[in-house]
T-cell receptor, first 116, second 113 residues
Framework: NAGVMQNPRHLVRRRGQEARLRCSPM?????VYWYRQLPEEGLKFMVY????????ESGMPKERFSAEFPKEGPSILRIQQVVRGDSAAYFC??????????????FGPGTRLTVL | GNSVTQMEGPVTLSEEAFLTINCTYT??????LFWYVQYPGEGLQLLLK?????DKGSNKGFEATYRKETTSFHLEKGSVQVSDSAVYFC????????????FGKGTKLSVIP
């Protein structure tokens, strides 16, 4: 069973360009989270999605950032008109969506975005 | 709000030394607590967890005990190896109905032969 896949692993963009980050969850997982890790910082929650629904986007900047998780295909985190402050590692995590007090999130290897 | 505070790094130890990485938390409810490990160039992997007070999580020689009275979840290992070199993150998640993980800033551990 393949783990969480993210691509690209490294992405370089110039200021003003668009960045698209992809995440394929583990097989059978219908819930996806995106986290951002700034240098020397822990991960910060950005958005939580189920298939075709955004459940919680309270951690995502109001402008330039958007996320989707379509019925078919990977989840996409999109950053428009990137700025240098967007340079970070972006991690995706997935889980099954089952009930219970604890639901393990499985993390992908991350996409390291560098804005020149 | 909810927060996690970890000891500042980096931590450098000799092989077979004893490891402690301190972690304390602030939470509005009764959280589950986690330690994640991030090896260079990789994503986070769950190392161990504890879901209620006095629980002890353990894995690969690492241990941490959920101490409600001190709101702590310190990570320990009796004898570290070079392969344990990584960044360690303490995290919490509130109870049923919650899904967001709140992470500490991470502690980088380097183990030298």
């Amino acid at each position: 069973n393949a783990g969480v896949m993210q691509n690209p692993r490294h992405l370089v963009r110039r200021r003003g360009q668009e960045a698209r980050l992809r995440c394929s969850p583990m097989k059978g997982h219908s819930h996806v989270y995106w986290y951002r890790q700034l240098p020397e910082e822990g991960l910060k929650f950005m958005v939580y999605l189920q298939k075709e629904n955004i459940i919680d986007e309270s951690g995502m900047p109001k402008e330039r950032f958007s996320a989707e998780f379509p019925k078919e295909g990977p989840s996409i985190l999109r950053i428009q008109q990137v700025v240098r402050g967007d340079s970070a590692a972006y991690f995706c995590a997935s889980y099954t969506g089952g009930a219970g007090n604890y639901n393990e999130q499985f993390f992908g290897p991350g996409t390291r975005l560098t804005v020149l | 709000g909810n927060s996690v505070t970890q000891m500042e790094g980096p931590v450098t130890l000799s092989e077979e030394a004893f490891l402690t990485i301190n972690c304390t938390y602030t939470a509005t409810g009764y959280p589950s607590l986690f330690w994640y490990v991030q090896y260079p160039g990789e994503g986070l992997q769950l190392l161990l967890k504890a879901t209620k007070a006095d629980d002890k999580g353990s894995n690969k020689g690492f241990e941490a005990t959920y101490r409600k009275e001190t709101t702590s979840f310190h990570l320990e290992k009796g004898s570290v190896q070079v392969s344990d070199s990584a960044v360690y993150f303490c995290a919490l998640k509130l109870g049923a109905g919650s899904y967001q993980l709140t992470f500490g800033k991470g502690t980088k551990l380097s183990v030298i032969p």
